[in-house]
């Protein structure tokens, strides 16, 4: 009885662990015969006291691998050794938790514990070193997902997610005597029903570039544009777009670890409108990146471009397939990658920090960090340096809004310029 109690409670697919049935009938059987038999009938209470026992315990111990979505396989994987001995994989994917998950497939996308953490399984230098393969991965691994995603953000296990996109409700901007080069900002948006990138099958991922392409055409006025996958691109068209900042690249190895390089290229493309100021890459690391960008130092104009743009892109893919964004009401908006949940929004500038950089990455890491910043190289998160131009960010993603987050980069990039000028004369530049 208990565990159909648990199967509804798990989704009706779970199942239940073989060996506590039987060591459940096994303790039934024991009751039926005890209380049948004449000359044990005075100790029946005593023994239907053991046995309500003895269910009582091994429900305790079924009731743990509850299974919200997924269906759970009967033979639970090895242990794996994780290199990134120090990631938060290391510390929350224990040898209990493994052994109670491990079985586990999600529904969506096929997806299992083992492949969310790949990337802290294969190298030692993870700092959190999980991926979500699909919205059911946060809910059948919370038990990994939940304290990982609470000690990365710094949020407690009861908070919930807020967002503001009024671009009226940041206060002032990013200082005219700044040198910004330029200004981009990017949202990661996921759809309900498809997996994520770790996870999505190829026939989601072809059903979703479709339902794009369509909803694309629904974009007006300055957001309208074209899209252009990458299957067929001209190398020399997709090299321009890579160097000029708009495109992505494949071969990051986490990426790659992570799953998310399946049958490369396809399904994958950029949307732009005409002046490459809205831009949204479908299915690369986030089912859907978009992004407002321009040369020069508004912030509050790209925030502005980038509000409208997300609210196109939600309305149109709405209209098309009847299906929302992923949005949690603990965790924001969902993506494959647990550091960007919440806002998944990046807002940065290419600013000169000659300066800073003469100080030494060590030390403008440790100035960002106080400031709530990130520094980047200006080939993006896995292309390196380039002389003294930094990609200044927003450090965090969740537990503050998107407002919040611009706000705070724009008030980081005016303190740290203002070093700069200190430090330039310092070292007499
Ligand atoms: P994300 O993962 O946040 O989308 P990446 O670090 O992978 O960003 O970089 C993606 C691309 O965006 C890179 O080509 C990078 O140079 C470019 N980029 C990032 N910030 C800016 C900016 N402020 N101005 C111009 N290009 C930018
Ligand atoms: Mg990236």
Known sequence: MFHMSRLVRGGGLAVLNRATVTEVNVLRRGLTEQTGNASSKAFAPVITACVGAGIFYLMQRSWKPLVVNGTQTEETAPFPEIQSTHSLVAKHVTKEKWDRLSGIKTKTSGFTLAK?????????????GIYAGDW?????????FDPIIQEYHGISADSKHTSNMNVDDIKGNVDAEVPVKSVRIRVGRSIDGFGLSPG?????????????KSAFTKLEGDLSGTYFPLTGMEETVRQQLVDDHFLFVSGDKNLQAAGMERDWPEGRGIFHNTEKTFLVWVNEEDQLRIISMQMGSD?????ERLARGIKGVGDAVMEKSGKDFMLDEKYGYLHS????????????????LPGWTKEGLPALKHRCEALKLQPRGTRGESGGQTGKTWDISN???LGYSEVELVQCMIDGVNTLWKEDKELQ?????
């Open 116 to 128: 969310a953490i790949a990337c802290a399984v294969e190298f030692d230098d993870q700092h959190c």
């Open 299 to 303: 912030v509050r104009g790209v925030f």
């Open 337 to 352: 990658c647990p550091t960007n949940l919440g806002t998944g929004m990046r807002a940065s500038v290419h600013v000169d």
């Open 136 to 144: 059911d991965s946060y809910k059948d691994f919370s038990d990994v």
């Open 395 to 397: 450090k965090h993603r």
């Open 425 to 429: 004369a310092k070292h007499g530049l």
């Open 200 to 212: 999505i099958t190829k026939e989601q991922r072809l059903e979703m570039e479709g339902l794009m």
